[in-house]
């Protein structure tokens, strides 16, 4: 059974920094991402790494944010700084088996039950 479990998630002030993880129970995953919703708005992938590890990046975190992977630990990190009171919201982390094609272009089978995060000004 697979598990994907996020910690990390917290209050902080704009401008500060949070790493959120995610403990995988199977790490086979040929893709694995970071999405996240916030309230009253449509869930948005932020960040996916591949196994291979190229990585992509939304516009709205690319520079901010940094996703990377412990094989051994089985864990996914999203490195987060120069933190916005927009980025708040809930951060979901999910895998999925992917293609040929990058990451991105594919859904995520895989999700965690998510970790709050949020920014104040």
């Known amino acids: 059974q697979v598990q994907l479990v996020e910690s990390g998630g917290g209050s902080v002030q704009a401008g500060g920094s949070l790493r959120l993880s995610c403990a995988a129970s199977?790490?086979?995953?040929?893709?694995m991402a970071w999405f996240r919703q916030a309230p009253g708005k449509e869930r948005e992938r932020i960040a996916d790494i591949d196994s291979d590890g190229s990585t992509f990046y939304a516009d709205s975190v690319k520079g901010r944010f940094t996703i990377s992977k412990d094989n051994v630990e089985s864990t996914l990190y999203l490195q987060m700084s120069s933190l916005k009171p927009e980025d708040t919201a809930m951060y979901y982390c999910?895998?999925?088996?992917?293609?040929?094609?990058?990451?991105?272009?594919?859904?995520?089978?895989?999700w965690g039950k998510g970790t709050l995060v949020t920014i104040s000004s």
């Open positions: 199977i790490y086979t995953f040929k893709c």
């Open positions: 999910a895998a999925g088996t992917g293609g040929v094609l990058p990451c991105r272009y594919y859904g995520m089978k895989y």
